[in-house]
């Protein structure tokens, strides 16, 4: 059973959303955590919208994911891994994760399976995957930037920072 640190969902949310619990994308995703529709009828999120249902949800998908994932790969990797999994799906971070294995690198590594995300946007690659086609540089960036967002929160929830120190 895993745990997750509250700063981490606040990333997750303000990369999905900017912490809009509104938010739409053209692509059909909603609210904060911008579940897909299916993904939130998985977990039983009834109103997309409703903030609280929308970050219990994510979470909840996370933490799937991160079962998902083999148990030999430790932390952070398999936390990295769950998030290009929540941005593309589980079937294609298993294509590159074969992609990274085939490229004699390390498939339980995020750094060398974040180093092939980008291939999955090459036919040369793609064609031999499972699931195809994949804009696995979007899975990239979304992951490095909720890393920045995570470590700029741990940062401030961590020190004395001069706006939090005067309550404003």
Known sequence: AYELD?????????????????????????????LTRRTANQLGVTDRLDPYQSVEGGARYLLELQGRIPDR?????????ALA????????????????????????????????????????WYRDTRYGYARGFEAKQYVENIQSYYETLIWMDTRE????????
Do not use: C, F
């Open 73 to 81: 790969i430790p932390e952070p990797d398999r936390t990295w891994m």
């Open 6 to 34: 509250w700063r981490l969902l606040a990333a997750i949310g303000y990369q999905e959303s900017h912490w809009d619990p509104e938010a739409k994308s053209y692509t059909g995703v909603r609210g904060l955590m911008m």
């Open 161 to 168: 920072h001069p706006l939090l120190a005067q309550g404003l």
């Open 85 to 124: 999994a929540y941005n593309m799906g589980m079937g294609h971070l298993e294509d590159v994760r074969v992609i990274t294995q085939k490229r004699d690198m390390n498939p339980d590594s995020w750094e060398d399976v974040r180093q092939n995300l980008g291939l999955l946007t090459q036919e040369k």
